[in-house]
């Protein structure tokens, strides 16, 4: 009995592919997409204006070479500009020739769009700023420690004169990081837009992701900055505490001679409270949470 379900089964399997080779070679209608990419400007021209990502083509064929041209690599529909500078319109059915990996296997019944427009203009090159589009989410406790590092920060750009005129920077595609808990690099594509080139065509960005903590800097001296010499400034106190925020090994390194702490003469020349708020300057990367006292009293001196 078990060898007669093995032959069941096999004679199943033989007349399902029987029946799947002679219903593939009948002839079949189908429609695909296709990218469409422009080819062969002259040299030093491009076009600026915007063309379909994509083109619909109609096809008749064998069900099997259809069925193979699905599996295939998807192809682009290239189109040859040619000779020629201005506005031109290309009927793109006319460019089968020059696609045989298409025309010679299935037939063509119909190309949409069945012309395109563009204009033929001459290039331009600049560097431009590169502005990342990222959205970054850490997991709980952590954060960047530093600035974002983008390498190359500029590059150059090559384009129809007209869509250069308005380029002031490139976008990079955007991307979204999640639950970040240490420092990573990535590799980011640039946005594309029609008939602009990019060299490179992508950039590197590094993240200095780490733990988040908060230290306590005493005993900062307030330093008064332009007393005239016949003044003397006295601060009470004339030494404050900071709190700052920043990544743990950035943190775990900071020193009290790192942190700056003044108050112009001018200043208190023209303050009307009796007290002042001194200026912070803080080391690379640290954020300050607040300091103690806020504000410094002061007397002033003053000498024949």
Known sequence: MRKNIHIIILSLLFSIVL????TMLNDYYTTYNFPLKLVDFPKGYSSAVEIPKDISVKLKGQGWKLFTLNLGVLSVYKV?????RG???????TFLGENQWLSSVVEVINVQPNTI???VERTRTKKLKVIPQIRLDFKQGYGLAAKLKISPDTIKVTGPRS??????SILTNEIMLNELDKSIQKEITLMDIQGVTYSPDKINITLDVQKIVEMNIDEIIVEVLNVPRNREVV?????????VRGGIDVIGKLTNDQFKATVNYRDIIYDTSGSIQPKII???NTTLLFTQPERVQYVIKRYK
Do not use: D, F, Q, Y
């Open 19 to 22: 029946w799947v080779s002679i």
């Open 80 to 84: 040859s500009v040619g000779k020629g």
């Open 87 to 93: 506005k031109k319109v290309l009927n793109l059915a």
């Open 117 to 119: 427009s563009i204009n």
């Open 163 to 168: 869509t250069m005129r308005k380029l002031k």
């Open 235 to 243: 601060l009470l106190p004339n030494k404050i505490t900071c709190s």
């Open 282 to 284: 803080l080391p690379e």
